[in-house]
């Protein structure tokens, strides 16, 4: 049935057509806005996940770089604070048994000379058969040589370097400047969570280190590599029972990509929030302009209010006119905004992020039927003064007003 | 059985409380209206007339006294009664016609009855009603705005009757009409009243109270004559 107090609520938004497309023109941009910036973020997260996400089968041992360890205590229950000791290495084999990878990496930061360009990068010391366990080589060869050494995609991208180019490392006012010969040039990596950034860094054998730095066995980190990720949390329990046996006082700090991802993606999805609160503030307005429009629609239409209520109708019939107005605007604001959040929230994913690959997923694209829905609802909730305003009017005061 | 009159005022008194103290538009008004009749208020402005429509449309409820509307105290009934009663038993002419400017004529006749029933007419109600006041179908669609005042009030006539009140209340029907039109909707609402219609109609004019069988004149809120 087709309700006679729609129709009227139709034709009155159609008879102010210009004054209701403006006022839902408020809700279009808080549906966008909303929409836009939601997706925004997600989309933001899940590139941040999916590029962290590639170090998830990885327990990162380091160091506890703050406590150092009683004084006197021997070094195989405390780390001195450069790193993992030999002793603490055998421990982590024992407790991380033969399924899963170990990597022991040194690592520190170093200043070198490409031709005649200086610059500074991070120098990573790894055994060359541990490479190949979570690095690819994406041109060249593995480290065979003493003097051999591989580099980041976007190092070798930077300096224009080519297999076989040479790196002098270390300062113009160093003694001793040694050559190395790159072999080979890495796939990108990108953000990893296994705290190996080797996209410009340069990668060398781990006697190359040692003989260069010195610090043999005091390892930086130590990487596991689990063949099950589910096996994670037991592995680390494990080492943690094995390494730090006064709980007071650990001597190494053990994390995994998943409680870094959780730290990263709860920072994102708090900007998200944020983000968000900006984009309700543009509904907010909209709210108080569906508001006026709803009050000079109550005041334009006063004697007809009289007429209604004279003749028999409900207070209830009145104020569903009055709330199917606001309803029409809703629908009106929300479904210009739903398919403009689309194009432009797509615009601004494809802009800012430089991928859409995220966009269509189910957690980026609720963001429209959700700002569409906060919209409408916004629309409803400024109606409902105005109806109710309209409803409990006095038929004759309403009769006489001009 | 005790015949109970159609509309009986008991001692109605209806005090306005302005800034500049109370008024008292009807003073102790006492009453009885019956079934069929066909009755003039008149009486200069300010004299209560349009405060005993607005009872008399349950528009109001008196301060003191009773007032029963077939056989119910208006003051003891409900919003939602009232509402209903408006709806059910009393049809409403008003001098300015009052249409439903959003609607078409067919529509504002057919209005009443979705108040009534809850569903679009399909009885053919609506339009038999604007039939029996001169309008055609092509003039059914127009806007109140497109039509002539005399046109206003044939379809505020048909939407008046379109619920088949018992009581027609007319305030001031040909006010806005010029006099030929006007003595055009007196005869229908004569025609009305023999057909059962009780009618009740405020003027100031002499010659339209001398349609009615009986004339009530108020002065100051009390019935003169």
């Not at chain 1, 549906?31 to 962290?52: E, F, P, R």
């Not at chain 1, 029409?328 to 959040?341: D, F, K, N, P, Y």
């Not at chain 2, 009453?31 to 009872?55: C, H, R, V, W, Y």
């Amino acid at each position: 049935m087709k309700d006679i107090f729609f129709n009227l609520s139709v034709r009155s938004v159609r008879l102010n057509f210009m004054r209701s497309l403006l006022a839902s023109i408020g809700i279009v941009i808080g549906v966008v806005a909303i929409s836009s910036m939601g997706m925004l973020g997600t989309n933001m997260q899940l590139q941040v996940k999916d590029q962290l996400s590639s170090g998830a089968d990885t327990i990162v041992i380091s160091a506890d770089a703050v406590r150092m360890g009683p004084t006197g205590s021997s070094s195989s229950s405390s780390s001195s604070a450069t790193g993992i000791t030999k002793t603490q290495l055998n421990k982590i084999k024992l407790a991380v048994g033969t399924t899963n990878k170990l990597v022991p990496i040194y690592s520190t930061n170093t200043q070198f000379t490409l031709a005649s360009t200086p610059g500074r990068s991070t120098v990573y010391g790894l055994n060359p058969d541990d490479i190949t366990k979570f690095l690819t080589i994406s041109n060249g060869t593995n480290i065979e040589g003493i003097n051999d050494a591989l580099v980041g995609s976007t190092f070798a991208t930077n300096f224009n370097l080519k297999i076989g180019n040479r790196i002098r490392i270390g300062k113009d006012t160093d003694a001793s400047r040694p050559v190395l010969r790159i072999v080979g040039i890495l796939a990108p990596r990108g953000m990893s969570s296994d705290n190996v950034n080797t996209d410009n860094a340069i990668i060398v054998s781990d006697d190359w280190y040692t003989n260069q730095y010195g610090g043999k066995d005091i390892y930086r980190q130590v990487n596991v590599i689990v063949k099950d990720i589910s096996t994670i949390p037991d592995v680390e329990s494990v080492i943690d029972a094995k390494l730090n046996t006064n709980p007071k006082t650990p001597v190494v700090r053990i994390s995994d990509a998943s409680s870094r991802l959780s730290g990263i993606t709860s920072s994102l999805s708090s900007i998200t929030t944020f983000i968000l609160a900006i984009g309700g503030i543009s509904l907010l307005v909209a709210a108080t302009s569906i508001f006026n429009v709803m009050m000079m629609s109550v005041n334009e239409r006063i004697q007809e209010i009289g007429i209604l209520l004279s003749i028999g109708t409900e207070k209830g019939e009145v104020r569903r006119m009055f709330l199917y107005e606001a309803v029409i605007l809703g629908i009106l604001g929300a479904g210009i905004g739903g398919i403009s959040s689309l194009v432009i929230g797509y615009s601004v994913v494809s802009y800012m992020i430089g991928t859409t690959k995220y966009f269509f997923l189910p957690e980026s694209i609720m963001y429209i039927p959700m700002g569409m829905t906060i919209g409408l609802v916004v629309c409803i909730i400024s109606g409902l003064y105005p109806a109710w305003k309209a409803s409990n009017m006095d038929p004759i005061d309403a009769l006489r007003s001009e | 059985m005790i015949d109970t009159p159609l509309i009986r005022f008991a001692d109605v008194s209806k005090v306005y409380h302005l800034e500049s103290g109370d008024f008292t538009a009807l003073d102790h008004i006492s009453l009885e209206i019956e079934d069929n009749e066909f009755i003039a208020i008149m009486g200069p402005s300010g004299s209560g007339k349009s405060t005993m429509m607005n009872q008399l449309g349950i528009l109001d409820v008196p301060t003191s006294g009773e007032l029963f509307i077939s056989g119910r105290d208006v003051a003891k009934m409900t919003a939602l009664e009232r509402t209903h009663m408006r709806r059910d038993t009393i049809g409403y002419i008003f001098q300015n016609f009052y249409l439903i400017p959003l609607l078409s004529a067919y529509e504002n006749v057919e209005y009443p009855l979705i108040l009534k029933y809850k569903k679009r007419d399909e009885s053919g109600k609506a339009s038999a009603m604007l039939k029996a006041v001169g309008f055609d179908e092509a003039m059914s669609a127009h806007r109140p705005t497109q039509l002539s005042g005399g046109q206003q009030q044939r379809v505020a006539i048909a939407r008046a009757l379109v619920n088949d009140p018992k009581i027609l209340l007319c305030d001031e029907p040909t006010g806005n009409l010029d006099r030929k039109t006007g003595f055009q909707i007196m005869d229908i609402l004569c025609g009305l009243h023999s057909e059962g219609k009780t009618v009740i109609i405020v003027t100031h004019d002499p010659k339209i109270a001398e349609y009615a069988n009986r004339t009530i004149t108020l002065e100051d809120g009390r019935i003169a004559a």
